[in-house]
Structure formats: C-alpha cells, structure tokens
C-alpha cells in the first residue's frame, strides 16, 4: 500500500481518463482504503485518544458560507447542537469552492437555492420564499456582521476573518461551506449531522442521550397507493459514480413500490467528459459514499475503478442489454462489481462475468462492445440533464402525467425526497 500511495502522489490526482493497468490499480487500492470502516474506526480511536491525552474539550468546527444555501439551514442548528451536546463550536466564515473542486460554481449555488427550499420543512428548519440568490452588497454585509458578531466589522477585518476561514479549512483538505470538522472527519450540514450526532453519542457526550437525533436520516417513504405509470422517474446515471452505485438498485425499488415507470439516462463521469477533481474532493467523496452505504446497508468497498475503456465498454453493452429488455439488470451488475465485488471489468473475464449474471450470452456480448452509437445518447441526457440544472450523478427527475417536471434533484442522498414527491403526486 506504500509503494500505491507513493505512485499516487507522484501522479498528482484521484481519476484520468484512460489510467494505465497500474495506476488502475493504484487508484482502486486507496479507493477501497478510503471505504474501509476498519479504517475509520481505528482513526476514530487514535483521534480521541489524542484528545483525552491533551486533555481538550470535544471541538467541532464550523465552515459558513453566506450565500450558500445549505449553510443557511445548518446556521438553524448550532444552538440545538451546542444544548444538546458537550462540545466546543468554532464557526469559521469562508467563501464558496473555487477551481477544479466545483464544476458548476453559479449551478450549484441556484441549486441550492431550490433544493434547500424542497428539504427545510422536513428537517423542521425554514428557508424564505425567495426564488434569486441574495444581492454581492447582501452577501457583503452579511460576512461583515458575522465577522465582528455583534456588529459591522470594516472592511479589511471581514476579509481577514474569511482568509482565516479559508485557510483553516484548507489546512483540514477540505474545500466547501456548510460543513462540520471533528476529529479528523467532515460531516456536510444537516444532510450528515446524523453521523456525527451518532459518534458524539458514542463518545459520551450527549447530554440527553435517551432523546432522539437532532437531525436523523430521512427515511424513504413507501407509498399507501400505487401508480399505474402515469408518473415517471428520470434517473441520471454514470458507469463510474461511487454514488450511482449505492443508491441505484434503491432506487429501482421505489419505482417497483410504486408503479412509476423508470427511465435510465446515463452519461458521462465527469473525468470522461473533461471536468477534473482535486484529490481533496475526491477523497471525501469516496469516505463519504462508503459511510451512506453503511448506514444504509447497501454492499460497498471493494472497488476497481472503472474508468475509461471499462466505462465505454459498459455503455455500449448497455445500449444492447436494453433491446433484450435487460438494461436495468445490466447497470445493476455493472456497479455492483465495480464498487462491491471489486471486478477488474478492464478485462474481458471481469466484463464477462457482468455479463453472465444479467442472464447474457458473452459470445453474442463480445459483438457489441466496439460499437459507438451509445455516444450520442449520453450526450443527449447531458444536455437534458443541464436544462434541469443539474451536471452531477446520481440526478433524478420527477415527470407528472402530462410529462412536466415536478421534482429535479442531485444526489443519492435525495431519494427519500423523490419518494414524498412522488407519495404526493400519486395521492394527488
């Protein structure tokens, strides 16, 4: 594993395109090392050892952005947090993600934006009924009323406070708002707050321990009616998406449940497409897909990355699975044996063996892995994908009777919320 993380610096990132055999390796190894609870737990373990041996306090730390959404509703929290648990906060103001950690930089913040609205009520938070994002001389005033807390700081001490901000988030490797740091891990605003309630707890230091989490993990609701395919569900899919692939079979269920038809739209990944991570992002994506999966019980861990010529060759066998009606069965295994099974699909044997468990002829398979017509496809669905405002996956879209979109979200994370909007549609 030495000689893996050495050859991985040396490279300098999480994803090219068309990695060699090694740097394949290279990159499923610490993808797979990142998903290891074992390896959680044992930093866990040395970062309260270290506390206890310096005798400090539990500290969380806090990364607000103003004009972020979602730091919007954590701000709601922190009193909650602070009554709640023995812990000292530090709140820190910084800016927004800057440079190849954010592909879509005005996206996201409009997203946001709607998408916080679409979740307050359901956390118990709240959210203005606004529809544009707060004016720069809005955002301004904000950072300097924050900056000195009980007043307005001048100018220069604002900037100072969110340098400081900045910096000390970076010096953590990580890059966004709304986020919580505690011992050595990053939790995202009210959407991962349960995991750290759930460590805090376990740490002792729960000062109503018998009481419910603040900011438990929204289930998914199963439907007391059913559809008769009137309703559709969009979903946005890529071949090399840690997310894709734990929510993907959850996600087929829902529509099974409920009786809306399914559509699979895959694209993409981003690194295919010429949109570069930095191995900050990276990084906690992969941590942060292997703890959803554990608290959602879903198979994750043993990884092969499917970058590249795997990816295509999926595509492809994709676009000729679905012709003999065995799409959904196809993709499922797809990720399963990428991010599960840990299957090298770079090689025939590993492509064959998804190929056989969606009940395919491989001989017959082997015909179709050249042919690019899949192409144009993806394509069309990342242009569909945009005109929702949206440019990751998983992304899923709600489509009415009358094929209007009601709901258009990013990330697997929203699934329980595709699933009230469509509990809410159906009941009508």
């Known amino acids: 594993m030495t000689q893996a993380k050495s050859q991985f610096k040396e490279q300098g990132g999480i994803a090219t395109m068309d990695p060699s055999a090694f740097r394949r390796w290279v990159i499923s190894k610490l993808m797979s090392m990142l998903a290891s609870e074992k390896r959680m737990q044992s930093k866990r ?16 730390e806090y990364f607000h952005q103003v004009d972020d959404a979602y730091s919007h509703l954590t701000a709601q929290v922190l009193k909650p947090l602070l009554t709640r648990y023995n812990i000292e906060l530090r709140c820190h103001l910084v800016t927004g993600p800057t440079g190849h950690n954010v592909a879509e930089p005005e996206l996201l913040l409009n997203l946001g934006l ?21 004016s720069s001389k809005k ?13 307005c700081a001048n100018a ?14 970076a010096a953590l490797k990580h890059y ?8 050595g891990e990053w939790y995202w605003g009210v959407e991962r707050l349960y995991h750290l309630e759930k460590r805090l707890k ?30 559709t569900l969009e979903i946005y899919a890529s071949l090399r998406s840690p997310y894709t692939a734990i929510v993907f079979d959850r996600a087929v269920q829902l529509t099974k449940d409920t009786g809306v038809k399914c559509v699979f739209r895959p694209v993409l990944p981003m690194v295919m497409r010429g949109v570069p991570a930095t191995k ?37 066998l994709y676009q000729w699975a679905c012709k003999l009606n065995k799409g959904t069965e196809f993709l499922s295994h797809f990720l399963q044996a990428a991010f599960a099974d840990g299957v090298n699909t770079n090689k025939q044997k590993g492509l064959r063996q998804v190929v056989e468990k969606t009940g395919l002829d491989w001989h017959e398979a082997k015909r179709h892995l050249s042919n690019p017509s899949w192409e144009q496809n993806l394509e069309v669905n990342r242009l569909a994908m945009y005109q929702s405002g949206l440019w990751g996956v998983p992304s899923f879209r709600v489509l009415n009777q009358q094929g209007e979109e009601t709901l258009a979200v990013w990330g697997q994370d929203r699934l329980w919320l595709v699933a009230h909007e469509i509990n809410r549609l159906i009941a009508g």
């Open 45 to 60: 373990k040395k970062a309260e050892k270290q506390r206890l041996k310096t005798g400090q306090p539990h500290v969380v």
């Open 114 to 134: 709607t998408d916080a609205k679409s979740i307050a009520g359901h956390y118990g938070l709240t959210f203005p009924k606004r529809d544009t994002l707060p």
């Open 139 to 151: 955002c301004h005033l904000a950072q300097s009323i924050l900056a000195n807390h009980l007043g």
């Open 156 to 169: 220069q001490d604002t900037e100072d406070k969110i340098t400081q901000g900045n910096r000390r988030r």
């Open 176 to 183: 966004s708002g709304a986020m919580f740091y505690y011992g």
């Open 202 to 231: 376990e740490l002792g230091a729960d000062c109503t321990p018998d009481a419910a989490l603040l900011m438990p993990r929204p289930n998914t609701e199963r439907p007391n009616l059913k559809d008769d395919g009137t309703l």
């Open 280 to 316: 900050e992002k990276g990084f906690y994506i992969l941590f942060d897909t292997a703890r959803e999966a554990r608290a959602a019980g879903v198979p994750y861990g043993n990884v092969c990355d499917p970058i590249g010529q795997p990816a295509r060759h999926g595509y492809a």
